[in-house]
Each structure stands twice: as C-alpha cells, then as structure tokens.
C-alpha cells in the first residue's frame, strides 16, 4: 500500500528544470531508497514532498490526502519527519534543548509551562538514549561532531512519532562504526512501523538497508526495484556512468 | 497639469542624485553583505569637501570632483580594513551599529568644524536656471544628472568589462565560491567600500549644489537611501536605478498634488505597502526557505 | 552556590529599593532615573530582538508613541500632576501595542538586513507623522505634560525612581519568564534556524509577533514615563533615532540574549552618556565621543561582557552568582545545565 506518493512532480528554477514529470511511491512499512548522480534531482524531490518548495505541476499524496504545496509545519504535523544533507540543528542550544524544541505541546497552556512536562521529558531522554547521546545532553549542539549532529537530528525528528521519515544522505561523511549504528537504529525503528525513504550516495549502504531502491537521472525516475535487479539494469549504469 | 509635468522632470533629474547616493549603498550590500548606515553622513562630509575646496581654493565643484573622490576612496578603503574586517561575529547587526558609529564621528567632526549652520554651495549653474515652458530649472540639475549617467555608466563599464568588475560580481553571486576560485574576496570588498563613498563624494557635491545642508542632514539621507535600496531590492544596482528615480519622482508628484509637508511620509509608506506584497523589493530576491 | 545567588540577588535589589534614600544627590537620582527606564527598555528589547535574533532598531517609535499617548492623555482629560499620570503608563503601553500589532506584522514579514531596515522605516514614519499631525500632535512645537507641583526640588526625583524600578522589576520578571517557558525556547530555536523551527511546529508568525508586541509595550511604558519625567516632548526628542542605537548598543555590551545583559549595559552606558554630556556639552564633541564608544565597544567586546565573564567562571569551577542567569552564548547552557535540577526542564 502506498503511503506517500508524488506523481508527475515538475519543479523548475528560472531556466534550470530539476524535476521533470517524476514520480515515486513509497510503499507503507517499507525502506526505500533514492539514487542518482548529482544533479538528478535528489533534494528537490525531497524538498517538494516535504513542503520546503512548490511545485509547477503535479501532486504530492500521503495517505490519501494531496499534501501538494503544504508548509513545512503542515507536513510536520501530518506525521512526515525529514532530516537535511546539511544537517539543520539548533547550535546554540544544548542537545536536550534541541529535543525540546520538537516536543510541541498543542493549545494555549503549553506556553506558559515549564520547557517540557515530565513526560515529554522521558521522552526527550528515552530518544537521546536510542542513538546514544544521553550523555552530551548538556553541550551546546554546535559542539557536537558532525556524525552526531546527524544523529541529534535524528533523534529529534523521531520526537513527533512520525509515520514516514525521509532522510537527505544519512551517512554522508560519516564513519564505518556510525553508519553500521545507523543502519541498525533505522533498522529498529523500522520494525516498530516506521517507513524510510531515504537519499544515499553511498552504495553498500543503500544495497544493503533497502528493501527497495528507486534511481533517479535528470529530473526522471528511470528504474524502480529491489536492489540487486537495479544494480543491472543497464540504464541505471548509463546515468551513472554516462553523465 | 503643467505643475505635474514639472515635478516630473524634477523628480527624475533629482533621483539621479538619490541614485547616485544609493548605488554606492547597494554596492557595498552586494558585495559584503553589510549595510553601511553611514553612507548619509559620507555624502555630507563630501558635500563639505567640495564646499571647502570652492570656498577656499576657489577650485569649481565639477573639478573639485577629482580630488575629493580619491580622496574618500581612500577613505573607504581605510574604513573598511579599520572598522569592519575586524567584525567576526553577528556581522549583520553589528555592522549596522559601527557604520553608525562612524556616521556619528563624521557628524560630530563636521558639527566641530563648520557649525550647524546650514550651507549651501554657489556657482553660476546653482543660481542661475533654465527656462523649459513656463517653469524654472536650475542648470546644475541638468548637469549633476549627467554625472550621475556619467558616474552610472563608467560603474557599469567598470563591472562589466574589467577583470576587477568580474572578481566583484562573483564575490556578490556567491562569496565562498569567489574564495574557492582564487578571487580575494577580501581586497574586493575593501576596493568596494571604497567605490561606494567615493560615489558618495559624487553624490554629496551634487546633493550640496541643489540643498542647503548641515551636519544633521544625514539622518534625512540615509533614511531615504535605505527605502530606496529595499524598495529597489538590496543588492540589485538596477534596483537601486528606477527606485530612486521612482521614488523622487513620487515624491515631488506628491508634493504638489497633495501636499509638501505629507510627501515625505508617502516615500516611507510606500515602502511599508511594497513590502507587504514583495518582501524583497522590485528587483530583489526572496531570502527563500533554506535548504 | 543557589545560596549565594540568591544572596547577592537580595543585596542588589535592597542596593536598588534604598538608592535614592543613600544618594539623596539630585544629579545622581536623575541619572538612576534614566538608568532605570533606560534598563526596562534593553530588558525588553532583549526580550524580543535577543531572544528570536530579529534585530530592531525601530522600536524607539513606540518610545515616542507611548511619549505622545501619555501627554495627550493628560491633556485631553485634564489630569494633574502628581500621582495620577503614573495611571496612565500601562495605558500608553497599550497604545504602542495598539500600533505595533499591524507595524509587527508587516515588518517581520521581512528577515534579517531588511527586518532591520524596515524597523528604523517605520520609526521615521512615526517622527514624521507627531511632526505633521499638527492638530493631535502640535507639531514641532511639541506638548507639555502637567508638573507636579507639590513635588518639591530634591524630592522630585523619588517618586519616578520607584515607578521605574517598578517597570525595571515588571521587565525583568516578563524577561524571565520568557526565557525559561515553551515559548522562549520557540524564539531561540527562531533565532538559530527559523525555517527548520517551523518545520518541526514551532508556530514562528505568532511567537515573533507576540515578543515584538511584548517589547512595544514596555518602550511605550518608558516613553510615557520619560515624557512625564521631563515635562515637555518634541518630536526629534520623543522619536529619537539614537534612543535606538544606545538600547542596541546597551544590550550588547551587556550580553545579547541573557537576562542579566540588558541591566548592566544600562547601568555602564547612561552614567557614561549623562557624564559626556555634561563634560563635553558642544554635540559635535559628545557625538564623536559617542561614535568613538560605540566603535570601542563593538570592536573590543563584541560578544558583551557577561558572556565573556561567564566564559571565565565556566573554565574554573566558580561561584558566578546572578552573572549566570539566562544562558546563551557561553558553554554549557546555564539554564538546563549546573543550576540544579528542575530549573527549566527537569522533572516533575
């Protein structure tokens, strides 16, 4: 069953046309993975599904319902999470603080509380204990390295108990050790019930995380599988090589 | 009818002065990512230069203009290594704040050194006016509009056709990349700064030779001067072009067919009603949701 | 270490409540006087351009609206002096919000060079328009606000003193608050990446307009209280483009973002100013002291000094007292971090 789905998305910016009728769905439950040389139209497809840009023409669906040009916090609410290439933390604030920031009391009331109930501060804590930050709890985030930037990030997208997460290059410029840890945590989440689409260059880790794998070239998906029958399709091996 | 027409070609002949005064704002925008509030205060110490070397040297304003450009070239520059290399952190605001203080040192030197009485600068082309129909144009209007176009286009040659012009319009597109690419980005912007006030001299002589002026005349002018680069677009020299041709041009509309005292309220808020609908200017761009 | 803070907090603020009873001086009470207003302002300020980083450097009109609000009340409904004008402040706060709601909403449409810009606009609109709008506002020939007579010399200074302190307190309180509720951690994370804030639900529209509201109220507090102080007000001194640049200015020296900051730079800057103007009374000679100041400050201090201090105490294991309040740019955030449990998002 599909759970999010864009189709015949084209999003073009003044003469550069990145997407070009794509489409892709992602199947509920499962780990699907997003590749393509540079340039493919990777971020914008993402950026597009998550409400960071509109598009020209075509249709974003989640669950049914057209998301098409939502706001970023709509998708957020609609239980979409979203990590970036570039990781997007809080730095000035400490990593508990950034957890916080993604707890978001519903109503009037929560303003004026304290920063977090009880609660919401177990969870905050259960999170950073899951991808093992529970102790640099109290250092500000942009004294962390890189790889656990990225993993802050993680967690506090997982704050809101999306439904799908996509993720913009998880294990760009990050260690062997991390990205194996990586692997297992998305691994675990994914057996709660959580659907992954997410957005790699590297390929060991793609092939060997994904159940499926979509390529991307020009705007275009071109190949659409599990990862060994897209490994040989002989267009995929074009765009890469081609380009 | 006619008195429409003439606040017209007033305000067009005007707005090259405000282009002038703006280009060397916008500029400096582009390039360094700061604004120089100062840039009012500098074009009031140009007009006092022209006045002095008039008054003193009996040296014309026109030609006054080769010495008291260099001058604050210099000037630019050695503001731009003392003042404002040095700042690291929260550069936007912070910028904005040592612009300021330096506008503030120019004002209170100027304040010392001629009084506030308010000057105005003489020479046949101030007093003496053309007669176009039925109304009146002083000529340095006519001419001080040339040198604006004279100013604008060797500008454009200046960044368009030099290598230096090149290494700047990378540096304003995209900093880091100008870096990456062998381009000092740091020379550039202190070069940059230095063009910007010494347009600001240009603009001061021609500002000086059509209003009476004193030390405090720079709060008028920077204030107007921001309104015209954001109304135009902060970054943007064509931008900088029609708003300040466009707003003057409203204003002096304004002042004759409603009334004198409210067109100064009208250049603000129209930039209050531009804003609402166009965040970034005419020709701006939208500072989009980032990546 | 909680002791000692609360120890030297309960020194300051008995130092504060007994002033003017210790420096009965009238030249020195006129200067506590404008410390305080001027303190309650940077607080506020603070509270809005530290807090979400929108820096404005405008809201010296809702000084000058607060200004005119309270003088025309008084005119127009013949109050007396003496203690009723002091009814009228939260008034004339209410006034500026009144503006500020509709200016807020069109500004913060705008982010960073331009927010700015469109900030000190929007105060040029407002000096214009108390220029102009000759029939409300007199013009240039500016209002009077009534003189309470019965206010002998010396003593004339008391009762603005402790109504000031009293606005200080109400500031610093608000202040506080904010710094330590859902909503101020919203405005920091605003303040580091907006876009991503949003993305993640922070609801940044009302939160910022909400802190800008918040602001224009205390300056419209400070101005109708600065007025009634000095008994007449005219536009170029109501609406007075350097009452900006100094709040900035105060609020980074202090310490842009902590609590403590804002009271500090006031506390150091406006003694420094009243002393200049005395000292150097030709205005080309104190404006270029004050360029020199600004430059000084920005250059050599640019991160404030409380969070240079705090920096200090952080590397040895110190007491810092009311100086860590409000973290923000040092190490180890002091708000979550070293107080205690419990302070901010501790358990139950």
């Known amino acids: 069953m599909s759970l999010l789905q864009a189709t015949g998305v084209r999003k073009a910016f003044g003469g550069v046309v990145a997407l070009e009728g794509c489409s892709i769905s992602v199947e509920a439950g499962s780990l699907t993975g997003l590749i393509g040389p540079n340039g493919s139209g990777k971020t914008t497809l993402f950026n597009v599904m998550t409400g960071y840009e509109s598009v020209d023409a075509g249709d974003v669906v989640f669950a049914g319902q057209r998301i098409t040009n939502a706001t970023p916090d709509r998708v957020f609410q609609l239980g979409i999470g979203r990590t970036f290439q570039l990781t997007r933390i809080f730095p000035r604030l400490t990593v508990l603080e950034n957890m916080h920031v993604a707890a978001q009391r519903q109503g009037l009331a929560a303003l004026f509380g304290r920063w977090s109930s009880s609660k919401e501060h177990a969870r905050a804590l259960e999170l950073l204990d899951f991808v093992g930050l529970t102790k640099l709890s109290d250092v500000p985030a942009r004294n962390l390295s890189y790889g656990q930037k990225k993993l802050l990030e993680f967690a506090y997208v997982l704050v809101a108990e999306p439904s799908v997460i996509l993720l913009d290059e998880p294990a760009g410029g990050v260690n062997p050790t991390m990205i194996r840890y990586l692997t297992e945590r998305i691994r675990a989440l994914n057996e709660r019930g959580v659907t992954f689409l997410m957005v790699e260059h590297n390929m060991e880790f793609v092939m060997g995380l994904c159940d499926r794998v979509v390529v991307m070239n020009h705007g275009v998906t071109i190949a659409d599988g599990d990862p060994e029958s897209v490994r040989s399709d002989p267009r995929v091996l074009e765009a890469y090589l081609g380009a | 009818m006619q008195l429409i027409v003439d606040a017209i070609i007033t305000g067009v002949l005007s707005g090259g002065i405000y282009v002038l005064m703006a280009l060397g704002l916008t500029l400096i925008f582009g390039v360094m990512d700061i604004i120089n509030v100062g840039q009012g205060a500098l074009v009031i110490l140009g007009a006092y230069l022209s006045y002095l070397l008039q008054q003193h040297f009996h040296i014309g304003l026109f030609v006054g203009l080769l010495i008291t450009m260099p001058v604050m070239f210099a000037l630019g520059v050695g503001l731009e290594v003392a003042f404002v290399r040095p700042i690291r952190w929260e550069r936007t605001t912070l910028s904005i704040l040592v612009t300021f203080a330096i506008a503030l040192l120019i004002q209170g030197a100027l304040s010392l050194g001629f009084s506030t009485n308010l000057v105005q600068m003489h020479a046949w082309y101030v007093d003496s006016s053309l007669k176009i129909g039925s109304f009146y144009l002083a000529w340095v209007y006519i001419f001080d509009f040339i040198l604006s176009v004279v100013l604008v286009a060797g500008l454009y040659l200046l960044l368009n056709r030099t290598k230096f012009g090149a290494g700047l319009r990378a540096s304003m597109q995209n900093r880091t990349a100008a870096e990456l690419v062998g381009i000092d980005v740091e020379r550039i912007s202190a070069i940059t700064f230095g063009i910007g006030v010494a347009l600001a001299a240009a603009g001061g002589m021609a500002y000086g030779a059509t209003s009476a002026f004193n030390p405090n005349s720079q709060y008028d002018l920077i204030s107007r001067l921001l309104v015209i680069i954001i109304l135009g677009g902060m970054g943007s020299l064509r931008g900088a072009v029609v708003a300040g041709l466009a707003m003057l041009v409203i204003e002096d509309v304004t002042s004759v067919v409603w009334s004198p005292v409210w067109a100064s309220t009208v250049f603000y808020m129209l930039l209050v009603v531009v804003l609402v609908f166009r965040p970034q200017g005419l020709f701006g761009q939208l500072a989009g949701r980032r990546q | ?348």
């Not at chain 3, 606005?167 to 509720?181: E, G, K, P």
Request: aromatic residues 14%; positive net charge.
């Open chain 3, 1 to 348: 270490m909680r002791v000692w803070r609360a120890v030297v907090l309960i020194a300051l603020l008995a130092l504060a409540a007994l002033f003017p009873v210790l420096f009965p001086n009238p030249a020195v009470d006129t200067v506590a006087v404008l410390t305080l207003l001027f303190a309650s302002a940077v607080t506020a300020w603070n509270a809005f351009s530290g807090y979400s980083g929108y820096i404005s450097i405008g809201h010296a009109a809702y000084f000058g609206i607060g200004s005119y609000a309270v003088a025309i009340m008084c005119q127009d409904w013949h109050v007396p002096g003496g203690w009723l004008p002091f009814l009228l402040l939260p008034l004339a706060g209410l006034i500026a919000v009144v503006f500020a709601i509709p200016m807020g909403w069109v500004a913060l449409r705008t982010r960073r060079h331009t927010f700015v810009i469109v900030t000190i606009a929007m105060f040029f609109i407002m000096q214009l328009m108390a220029f102009n709008l000759r029939s409300v506002t007199n013009g240039s020939r500016g209002m009077s606000l009534p003189i309470p007579v019965n206010w002998g010399g010396a003593f004339y200074d008391i009762p603005f003193y402790y109504v000031g302190l009293a606005v200080l307190l109400l500031a610093l309180t608000v202040s506080w608050w904010i710094r330590n509720s859902k909503y101020g951690l919203g405005l920091l994370a605003i303040r580091d990446d907006e876009d991503r804030a949003r993305g993640l639900g922070v609801r940044t529209g009302p939160f910022k307009l909400t802190a800008f509201v918040i602001a224009a109220f205390f300056f419209g507090m400070v101005g109708g209280l600065h007025a009634y102080y000095v008994e007449s007000i005219f536009p170029p001194f109501a609406f007075d483009p350097l009452i900006d640049l100094m709040v900035a200015l105060m609020a980074f020296l202090g310490g842009l973002g902590t609590l403590a900051g804002p009271v500090l730079g006031a506390v150091i800057l406006v003694p420094a100013q009243q002393y200049f103007t005395i000292w150097f009374g030709k205005p080309g000679y104190y404006l270029m002291i004050y360029g020199a100041m600004f430059l000084a400050i920005i250059l050599l201090l640019p991160q404030g000094i409380i969070p240079a201090l705090r920096a200090r105490f952080m590397r040895s294991e110190a007491l810092a007292g009311p100086l860590r309040r409000g973290g923000d740019e040092a190490m180890g955030g002091a708000a979550l971090a070293g107080d205690g449990e419990g302070e901010g998002g501790g358990g139950v």
